[in-house]
């Protein structure tokens, strides 16, 4: 069963950016979809980004539209969110997530994914 493992998240100022990673256990990562979801504290987990199998198609949220781009590499069994003019409301856990029954598409509902990883802190201040 594929395992995933968020990295990257740190402190940045306000305008700064950070790229967070996830690495993926298993032989088909390459089939899957995957996407990048966040949870501030006291709020709901919200959809970030996402993308298809093989990263040609992708999609985001309007509230990180132009600032982050998420991207993938199937040799090395990696996910990326690169974000940039990062704002304080960008503040949260980043969690990193794989749907296994993937059909060529990509999802942005959470209950589309099966597999999650355990998070990493992004914050920022202003």
Do not use: H
Not at 14 to 24: E, F, H, K, P, V
Not at 83 to 95: F, N
């Amino acid at each position: 069963q594929v395992q995933v493992q968020e990295s990257g998240g740190g402190w940045v100022q306000a305008g700064g950016s950070l790229r967070l990673s996830c690495a993926a256990s298993g032989r088909t990562f390459n089939t899957y979809a995957m996407g990048w979801f966040r949870q501030a504290p006291g709020k709901e987990r919200e959809f970030v980004a996402a993308t298809n199998w093989n990263g040609a198609s992708t999609y985001y949220a309007d509230s990180v539209k132009g600032r982050f781009t998420i991207s993938r590499d199937n040799i090395k069994n990696k996910l990326y969110l690169q974000m940039s003019s990062l704002k304080p409301e960008d503040t949260a856990i980043y969690y990193c997530a794989v749907n296994t029954d993937s059909s060529g598409g990509y999802y942005y509902i959470d209950a589309e994914y099966d597999v999650w990883g355990q998070g990493t802190q992004v914050t920022v201040s202003s």
